[in-house]
């Protein structure tokens, strides 16, 4: 019984030596970007809000969505294999407020996260601040989720704290 023991450990001990080894937390992500396409009518959706609102410096990225880098950053700039930390404020064009975060930034993986914000983060680095202007089919479609009207524009100031 001693010796079976005593095998039964060492072959334990052997199968986790191996999660010691260096490079054991690394791995290769090969994740692309989604590629989308926006309904027209979404998208001039979004440039008629801009519009309306007055605000002429923001940038359209790829027809798909408008974005402001407030703040560039100077860290990493994030994959969708990155996990990410973040304070936000999501608005609709309203102005209702429909989330954000408290005092303390969130952690989010980039690969769970809507197609807007996997677009729009990688254009800033850690320390950057955006503003997206994002249309339906970029962030909850034609679903409700939660206090957010289907088929509607959302609006995110995002921070990335860490990429």
């Not at 402001?68 to 609709?92: A, F, R, W």
């Amino acid at each position: 019984m001693k010796i079976f023991s005593f095998l039964l450990l060492s072959l334990i001990s052997i199968s986790f030596s191996g999660c010691l080894k260096e490079g054991y937390q690394t791995f290769s992500c090969n994740a692309a970007l989604p590629q989308v396409s926006v309904p027209a009518g979404e998208l001039q959706a979004v440039e008629a809000y801009l519009n309306q609102k007055g605000i002429k410096d923001a940038v359209k990225y790829q027809n798909a969505f408008y974005y402001k880098i407030d703040v560039p950053g100077t860290g990493n700039n994030p994959t969708l294999c990155s996990n990410i930390v973040i304070y936000y404020q999501g608005k609709l064009v309203d102005g209702t407020t429909f989330d954000q975060t408290a005092n303390t930034p969130l952690t989010f993986s980039m690969g769970n996260l809507i197609t807007g914000w996997q677009l729009g983060l990688p254009l800033i680095k850690a320390g950057g601040k955006i503003k997206l202007y994002l249309p339906p089919s970029l962030g909850y479609g034609n679903s409700v989720s939660g206090n957010i009207p289907a088929n509607s524009i959302l609006i995110f100031e995002i921070t990335l704290v860490a990429a």
